[in-house]
């Protein structure tokens, strides 16, 4: 099974992706609601709520995780493939959403080009998008991060369209714009669900970088040369939903944002193996 964790609803802009790519494989999708947002916590914190997160999806069955999370990728995945991992097991894998995108940019970067990354509060503070374009990017290339903690809890309002949005959107992305950014990555799970309003302000020149469809398509190729990790996923379409708190308002969102009919099932935090 391939489990897919995000600090609540945002990572199904991922798995959308995944199931869509991958209709046999067996999914499942853990949503740490109850403690969500990771994006203004300490680098500490997301580790330890990542850590026990993954370790449940490992007793469930996971054979591979997937952190759709931007700020658990960016704050946790190093230490957990690092330090947690290794004595855990040797096949057992954890893979996150970062490298995949920036090498995308990376592979059609252009001497003109202008990189963009948007993302919550931890993720910026954390270089760790910064950290990787560096290495990928030919040395003068220009970077520009910003910050747009008000985007999430926009979409988790349904305010996907609305006018306040568009306010923020300009307040925030105009500058990224003038500043002629050409290429920007959605450093969050929430942000493809304002791909329009993003759009809107940065103009038809300015390319968006959707992390969902690019951890798809990473996957198939990571998959085809990792055939044993792949032999071990059952491939019976199964797709289970988890959140640590009310599945009916997880529900109500996947069907609204996400377009996906689900019935989540309610995990307490008890039963994760805590620090
Ligand atoms: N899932 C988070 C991310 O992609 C956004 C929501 C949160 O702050 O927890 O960074």
Not at 21 to 45: C, Q
Not at 153 to 172: F, I, M, N, S
Not at 213 to 242: F, N
């Amino acid at each position: 099974m391939i489990g897919v964790f995000d600090s609540g609803f945002g990572g199904l802009s991922v798995f959308r992706e995944l199931i869509y790519a991958f209709p046999k494989h067996d999914f499942i999708y853990l949503g740490d609601n109850a403690r969500y947002p990771y994006g203004d916590r300490s680098a500490d914190t997301v580790f330890r709520f990542t850590r026990e997160a993954v370790s449940w999806l490992f007793k469930e069955g996971c054979e591979l995780v997937i952190l759709a999370c931007n700020t658990a990728s960016a704050q946790a995945l190093r230490r957990i493939q690092q330090e947690w991992l290794p004595p855990q097991s040797s096949e057992k894998r954890v893979l996150g959403v970062l490298v995949p995108v920036v090498e995308d940019v990376a592979g059609g970067i252009e001497a003109h080009d202008r990189v963009g990354v948007i993302a919550t509060r931890g993720t910026i503070r954390s270089n760790a998008y910064l950290r990787e374009l560096t290495k990928h990017l030919p040395t003068d290339s220009d970077i520009i991060q910003q910050s747009c903690p008000l985007f999430v809890p926009l979409v988790e309002e349904g305010w996907l369209d609305h006018p306040v949005t568009k306010a923020v959107a300009y307040y925030y992305l105009a500058p990224l714009a003038k500043q002629g950014v050409n290429k920007l990555i959605l450093g969050c799970t929430h942000y493809p669900f304002l791909v329009p309003v993003i759009a809107d302000v940065m103009g038809e020149s300015c390319q968006l970088f959707d992390p969902g469809p690019i951890v798809a398509k990473r996957l198939a190729s990571y998959l085809k040369k990792h055939k044993d990790l792949d032999a071990k996923i059952r491939i019976t379409g199964l797709r289970r939903y988890v959140t640590t708190d009310d599945p009916v308002r997880f529900n109500e969102f996947a069907q609204k944002a996400a377009g996906l009919s689900v019935d989540a099932q309610r995990l307490l935090l008890a039963e994760f193996d805590r620090i």
